[in-house]
């Protein structure tokens, strides 16, 4: 029974899969029932409108969530009215998601749900917080790793990644990609009294001067870089990209002159679409990426099985990023069929 | 251009349209979104009656607010507001009798709590305006195993039979998962018919969740103004049958926007009979300052909101029209001229009509020639005169013949030499009072104002000269 004593030191976890069908929801149906058995009772939510009970991309089947009496969950009203649970509602939220309002509430019977939850980080905070107030033993956040999602997993204290043939089915490149992720993970954080207010802008580049004022710089996103570049150091080194940031603002930070004083913050790992290599030259300029939110990383699972019946070798690929990573790493299938 | 059909609008388009009662509203500490929604519907009052007692009310609740209630009490008071949902869909829904879902049954329950705790502190503390029915019936209703607590689904004390099947479907859950899932589809259908009951006979209690829910909704409405009474310094009006009397009126919002640069707003007596009012002054001598703040302070009156000033008798009015020419989206295409002329006929078509009007015009026609502009000027002074509205015009023309009351900004001090003047204090030089006057000229202080601004020098001297010869 591997890291359900680790997770429970934290107030919260979040369980984030490198891809679609590297083991997510296996992941935490196995977290879920190893706090049964130790007679603790979790509070779920989901990062935004992931849950679909058809996977859109490959169109295989979405599993539901399997809850256990007494467990708090957040889901969406459309994902309420189809669960197969029964549950005492606790609290309705004022505000709406694109799937209704967002539903607190308590299982009173063993039962299946979808999960869905705040679209945006500020929010999925809020909820976290809300759900400590039913004094659950560990608040479980089904995470995403997606561009389009405007919530972020590293709100919660502690991380768990998923990883798998669904991202290479070549050994090599899977524990290379892990890899670069976890070195995101391991960002430093900025921390600032304007940390909060920097969380709550959803769009737009802004600079930062000195004495902490944030400056608009009327560029939307990194892709529309180009009309504006010389605007972009107009009031010192330090930017904060609120959406994504891509190798071309890198590569046109790298050639200033300043590079070794520039420092850009984002949200947090999961807003870097940069690639390897444009985000290693720009770093060994001197150049410097922070993160606003930082988790601590704790383990990671695997699932060796591609969507395609490709089969990877579960026991070589754990020792590989064992070696790699210096984390514990999990096939949760293998110890699921183990341990019955 | 025929009138279009008269409709009295509420406070919602009020703030669309103007950003001093927007500033009243952003400043507003409503706790509820149902007391938000309460306000945002609330129509301009425009009968004497709806004025007064709304006044009262507010008058009361300042004092309930400041005598009765603890800072404890209040905390309470805003917590449960805090935590109402607005629920007027599942009002409606109960009101035709359409059965609730879990959610709506659990809002209802959640309200028929936090009226009844909101009720027990108003009652412990003699609030008197009104009172919140007894919700009891609904809360025995939604919470059978009288917990208190404000959750709600449907309980198994509902039905023995429920419980039963219940119980043997957790037991059969994991071991026979597909007669657990028959078993639960019957519990589905039991559940159906409890909440169909439960939906029935809460209809009974509709009326009385609406009235409650209004009537909290406007508490923390009055609670929200009453601060604002003491934040703003605003002061309770009279209703007057004749005439509109301003003893030092303010404007809010440009008031806190000099106090953030440590100046002062200087406030100033007004007061609007049957006649027209036209007012003179030099440029940046407040003329428009004093339009909108005429306009706002109308709204505010008839929104039941004290009034910005230290004494005030108001006359009630059918509606307000500001005509300050920077509403470009509403006649798109149009000149500022066009625009202009239609926002003056609308006037004149609604005095027409027999409305009453608060019409607060700056600097009409100041788009086009000054012939023609002042023939305009005069034309509709004289019609306003003839209806005997409440109007408010503002002009840099001289010579307007028109049969009205004339006031005149003093503008800059006698004893301010210009070279001290700069824009960033012109403010320190300028007496904004207004004075009566009996003639038509008006003063020409533009060339000063344009020195004071640091123009190029060439071009007053120019003007000088032209203006000179």
Same mark, same amino acid.
């Given at each position: 029974m591997p890291f359900i004593d680790d997770i429970l030191k934290h107030k919260s976890l979040s369980i984030v899969g490198t891809e679609k069908n590297t083991g997510k929801t296996v992941c935490l149906n196995y977290i879920l029932k190893r706090l049964v058995e130790k007679n603790k009772i979790p509070a779920i939510t989901s990062i935004g409108i992931d849950g679909e009970s058809l996977d859109q991309v490959t169109n295989t089947q979405k599993p539901e969530i399997e809850l256990n009496y007494n467990s708090i969950f957040v889901t969406s009203e459309k994902h309420f009215a189809t669960k197969s649970i029964d549950a005492e509602i606790l609290d309705v939220s004022n505000r709406k998601t694109s799937l209704g309002r967002l539903i607190t509430a308590r299982a009173k019977s063993k039962g299946k749900l979808i999960f869905s939850g705040p679209p945006e980080t500020v929010w999925l905070k809020e909820v976290i917080k809300d759900l400590t107030l039913y004094k659950p033993d560990i608040v479980l956040v089904d995470g995403a790793l997606s561009r389009k999602s405007f919530g972020s997993p590293s709100v919660t204290d502690s991380m768990i990644l998923t990883t798998g +043939? +669904?991202?290479? +089915?070549?050994m090599q490149t899977l524990v290379k990609k892990t890899a670069y992720l976890y070195d995101l993970i391991k960002l430093k954080q900025w921390k600032s009294d304007i940390a909060d207010t920097l969380l709550g802008i959803e769009s737009g580049l802004w600079a930062i001067d000195d004495s902490n004022n944030i400056h608009d710089l009327n560029i939307p996103s990194v892709f529309l870089l180009d009309k504006a570049v010389d605007n972009l150091l107009e009031y010192g080194n330090r930017l904060f990209i609120s959406g994504v940031i891509n190798d071309k603002i890198l590569d046109k930070l790298r050639i200033q002159a300043n590079i070794d004083k520039t420092e850009i913050i984002v949200r947090d790992f999961t807003r870097i679409f940069a690639g390897q290599n444009s985000l290693n030259s720009f770093l060994d300029k001197g150049g410097k990426i922070k993160v606003l939110l930082k988790t601590n990383l704790m383990a990671v699972c695997v699932n060796p099985l591609a969507p395609n019946g490709f089969l990877l070798d579960s026991e070589k690929l754990r020792t590989l990023l064992n070696k790699k990573l210096n984390l514990p790493v999990y096939d949760i299938k293998k110890i699921s069929s183990e341990e019955l | 251009m025929t009138l279009k059909k008269y409709q009295v609008r509420n406070f919602r388009e009020h703030i669309k349209n103007n950003k001093g009662l927007r500033f009243i509203f952003d400043n507003l500490k409503i706790s509820s979104i149902p007391g938000r929604d309460y306000l945002m519907e609330c129509k301009f009052l425009n009968k004497p009656f709806d004025i007064k007692v709304e006044l009262q009310y507010l008058e009361y609740t300042i004092d309930f607010v400041k005598n009765s209630l603890s800072n404890a009490d209040i905390d309470n008071l805003n917590l449960r507001l805090h935590q109402l949902n607005s629920i007027s869909v599942t009002l409606r829904d109960l009101d035709k009798e359409l059965i609730l879902d879990d959610i709506q049954l659990f809002e209802i329950k959640k309200f028929a709590l936090l009226s009844k705790s909101i009720s027990d502190i108003l009652c412990k503390k003699g609030f008197d305006i009104f009172q919140l029915h007894d919700l009891s019936g609904v809360i025995e209703l939604l919470d059978p195993d009288n917990t208190g607590e404000a959750s709600f689904y449907i /309980? @198994? %004390? /509902? @039905?023995k039979k429920l419980s039963e099947l219940r119980k043997i479907q957790q037991q059969t859950h994991n071991e026979d998962p597909e007669k657990a899932e028959l078993i639960r589809q019957h519990c589905i259908e039991i559940e159906d018919t409890i909440r169909e009951r439960l939906s029935q006979k809460l209809i009974s209690f509709a009326r009385y969740l609406k009235i409650n829910l209004d009537r909290i909704a406007h508490l923390d409405v009055l609670i929200a103004k009453s601060i604002l009474v003491n934040e703003f310094n605003l002061c309770k009006p009279l209703i007057d049958d004749n005439i509109t009397e301003y003893k030092q009126v303010f404007n809010p919002f440009i008031k806190s926007k000099l106090l953030e640069q440590n100046k002062e707003f200087q406030a100033v007596d007004i007061s609007l009979d049957q006649k027209p009012v036209l007012i003179t002054g030099a440029n940046m001598s407040g003329k428009t300052v004093l339009l909108r703040t005429l306009a706002l302070s109308q709204l505010m009156f008839q929104f039941g909101f004290y009034v910005p000033s230290k004494e005030a008798k108001i006359k009630i009015v059918d509606d307000v029209i500001l005509s300050i020419?920077? =509403?470009? =989206?509403? /006649? =798109?295409?149009? %000149?500022s001229f066009a625009m202009e002329i239609l926002n003056i006929n609308d006037i004149i078509l609604k005095a027409k009509s027999g409305k009453i009007i608060l019409a607060l015009v700056d600097e009409l026609a100041r788009t086009t020639n000054p012939d023609e502009g002042k023939a305009l000027v005069s034309a509709f002074v004289s019609i306003m005169e003839k209806y005997k509205l409440s109007t408010v015009i503002t002009t840099h023309y001289s010579g307007i013949k028109s049969d009205c009351r004339r006031l005149r900004v003093k503008g800059l001090k006698e004893e301010s030499s210009s070279e001290k003047i700069s824009i960033k204090n012109i403010n320190d030089f300028m007496d904004y009072s207004l004075i009566e006057v009996k003639d038509d000229t008006i003063p020409t202080e533009a060339i000063r104002i344009a020195k004071i601004l640091d123009v190029d020098k060439e071009l007053i001297e120019l003007a000088k000269s032209y203006l000179g010869s």
């Open positions: +043939a +669904a991202l290479s +089915a070549n | /309980y @198994s %004390s /509902y @039905s020419g920077d =509403n470009t =989206n509403e /006649y =798109n295409g149009l %000149s």
